[in-house]
């Protein structure tokens, strides 16, 4: 069972693993990828098939809390819940570390190539997708926190931060009005999570997303024309991906504060950017997904013009939704190779 321990204490993450690529004829390049809420690594399962052929080694880890990494612990959690801000930018700052922590260690053991000299291969990406891009976030934005050598390693490998459909709430930002889910909607009881996973698995149409009009969030027609991708998976496959507890809903808005001074740290601070040269950033976003990713693809847009441009490019990829990974993967493999160029 692929498990790597990160501190001192004996935490440990779990993890799926591509390998290196049967086929490589010199430097490739390796993906860490973190997934989202209610959805472990195997949703990832259909890149890590595909990553050999297209020169890449493919890294999902399951994050704290989810099966087989160490569970969060009772005075973690109510941390997230009662502690001082402090104290929960500390705990956002630990599960980042544990992120970078786990990189570096990987990159040690592996012998993972670094950035070739032309720019072209090696190296690694750091993929968030969705809830995931608050640990991914927290893990750039505390580069300037781990050890000397490991930052320089960091610095020397890092090729793409690739930002796949964070909702608003994991960058700190509030949601347009309007905007609804399962876990927003007291009335649905304990309909709510059940409702969730085919509700975030859904398509969407929505209004012309060109005119970047927040009203056409306020109401949305799950498409036809696809149905969702939780009807796409074997009795097998929901067992081994889905995790419907969905107990860290809380922390994603106790920790809004501190989700947002990480995202802004993490993307524009040019002291994290020096650390990091030869990073990437890059947000992608589908036209079919939900509400929340679209409002923080807009965010993000509008912060990066203000801060003068050029700090993150940004992808709309039409006919996806918020699992592409799954049921595009082709597409989504090449979005995330694009990011690396």
Known sequence: MPLLTVDNTGTQLFYLD??????????????????????????????????????????????????????????????????TDEDKS??????GLELSRFIDIFIRENNTPPISPDGKTGGIAILGWSAGNGVVLSAIANVDSIP????????????????????????????????????????????QTPMYTQWITSYFRHGDLAKRDTN??????????????????????????????????PSMISLFVQAHANYRKACFDRKIRELLPRMKVSALCGDATCSFPLAAFWALQD???????????????????????????????????????
């Open 18 to 83: 591509s390998g290196v690529p049967y086929e490589t004829t010199g430097a490739y390049t390796t993906v860490f990828a973190v997934h989202g809420l209610g959805f472990s690594s195997p949703i990832f399962n259909k890149i890590i098939a595909l990553a050999p052929a297209a020169n890449l080694r493919f890294v999902a880890i399951n994050r704290r809390g989810y099966k087989r990494s160490t569970p969060i612990s009772a005075a973690e959690a109510e941390t997230i819940i009662n502690g």
């Open 90 to 95: 500390e705990y956002l700052k630990t599960r």
């Open 148 to 191: 000397e050598d490991a930052r320089s390693r960091l610095g020397s490998h890092l090729r793409a931060l690739i930002m796949q459909e964070p909702p608003s709430v994991i960058l700190g930002m509030p949601s347009p009005t309007g905007t609804w889910s399962p876990h927003m909607d007291t009335s649905l009881a304990e309909q």
């Open 216 to 249: 056409v969030l306020s109401y949305i027609v799950p498409a036809t024309f696809r149905r969702p991708t939780i009807y796409n998976m074997s009795p097998e496959e929901i067992e081994g991906t889905v995790d419907e507890s969905m107990s860290e809903v």
């Open 303 to 341: 912060d990066d013009k203000a801060e003068g441009g050029g700090f993150v490019n940004f992808r709309m990829i039409l006919g996806v939704n918020h699992f592409m990974q799954w049921d595009d993967p082709d597409v989504s493999l090449k979005a995330y190779t694009d990011a690396l160029l």
